[in-house]
Structures are given as structure tokens and as C-alpha cells.
């Protein structure tokens, strides 16, 4: 019963946006209809199903954009760590990438050769990249079942070898060396 009421709520929902019934304010989109004018529309149930209290408690406003908190642009700075990464000739390329980005992505915006054929979708091994020191590979969760099974194609692995996809940036890694495999079998194709 709760589903279908929850059912006619999104269906109402989405019926008054095809109409065109937002009010556009800056980067945000809010139905014109308040949550509370839906809901009493909507839930006309039997006398012997009326509970005492409301289901829902407040009103809500929907959005159709994301917010990372109530902080205005340019207040708060992303946190960074420094990754190092060493070429097939050793030539060295530090850079600054933020907390949560992939090792894949950050080689990716600052040039450097790392192919990722599959997209980071763990169909390929030509991300692979070695860990330079094993202190820092301790550090890192352990990889998975499907990783290490694509590691098995990866060219001059090595114990400290990973996917450069699977190893995502956090405060712990930084300082941390990577080097660059000197080949890649790329099986995607």
C-alpha cells in the first residue's frame, strides 16, 4: 500500500514537470506546488487504514542540481596529495591531485602517458602502473578478484603492480611514486 501511495506521488511529481511547472532560481529548480499539497491530495485512504500521525513530517524541496554543503564558492580549498610518476626513460612528473581521484585520471589531466583503453571499467590491464616503494603499496586496499585477474595480462608485473584505475587518492598516499609500465598489451581492441 505504501509503495503504490509512494507511486502516485513520483507519478504526480513527474506529470507536473513535464508540464513545465518549475520556477527556475539560479542554478536550482523547485516545483511550484508545495510536498504538503501533494500529500493531501494524494493520500485519501480508507477510514480503517487513517493512521494519527502524518507518514511524512516535513516538506521538501526538490532539485534538479547537486550541492556539496552550504560553503560559497572559493571558501574552501579541495584537499591534494602529491603523486610522483616515473616514466619507462625515468624522467619524473610530480603533480598535485585532489582526495578520491584515481591515479588513472590524474596521470590522464597532466599528460602523461597512461593509456586506460577500457575506460576504467577493469576490462584491460593498460593502466598498470608499480608502486616505487612498498611502504606505500601496504597502504593501499587490497586489489580484487577482478583486478588481479587483470593483472595476470598486464606486461612486466611486477609485487607491487597495480591498476592505475584501482588506486584512488587519499592522505595516506602522499608522497607516493608510481611508475609507468613500459608496455602495455591492450586487448581491448
Not at 493520500?43 to 513530517?57: A, D, G, N, R, Y
Not at 591515479?103 to 576490462?123: F, K, Q, R, T
Not at 593498460?126 to 611502504?135: A, Q
Amino acid at each position: 500500500m505504501l509503495i503504490s501511495m509512494l507511486s502516485r506521488v513520483g507519478s504526480s511529481i513527474v506529470k507536473e514537470l513535464s508540464i513545465s511547472r518549475c520556477l527556475s532560481i539560479s542554478t536550482r529548480s523547485y516545483i511550484l506546488r508545495s510536498y504538503s499539497q501533494y500529500k493531501d491530495s494524494l493520500f485519501k485512504l480508507p477510514l480503517e487504514t487513517k493512521v494519527s500521525e502524518p507518514i511524512f513530517q516535513r516538506t521538501h524541496d526538490f532539485s534538479a542540481s547537486s550541492s556539496n554543503g552550504p560553503s560559497e564558492e572559493g571558501n574552501e580549498q579541495e584537499e591534494m596529495i602529491s603523486v610522483t610518476f616515473v616514466d619507462k626513460d625515468g624522467e619524473e612528473k610530480q603533480i598535485s591531485i585532489p582526495i578520491g581521484m584515481s591515479m588513472l585520471e590524474a596521470a590522464h589531466e597532466n599528460d602523461i602517458e597512461l593509456e586506460g583503453a577500457c575506460e576504467a571499467s577493469l576490462a584491460c590491464s593498460t593502466c598498470h602502473v608499480i608502486v616505487m616503494d612498498m611502504e606505500y603499496y601496504n597502504k593501499l586496499e587490497d586489489p580484487t578478484d577482478e583486478e588481479n585477474d587483470m593483472l595476470d595480462l598486464a606486461f612486466g608485473l611486477t609485487e607491487t603492480s597495480r591498476l592505475g584505475c584501482q588506486v584512488i587518492a587519499k592522505p595516506e598516499l602522499d608522497g607516493i611514486r608510481l611508475g609507468v609500465a613500459a608496455a602495455t598489451r591492450n586487448l581491448v581492441r
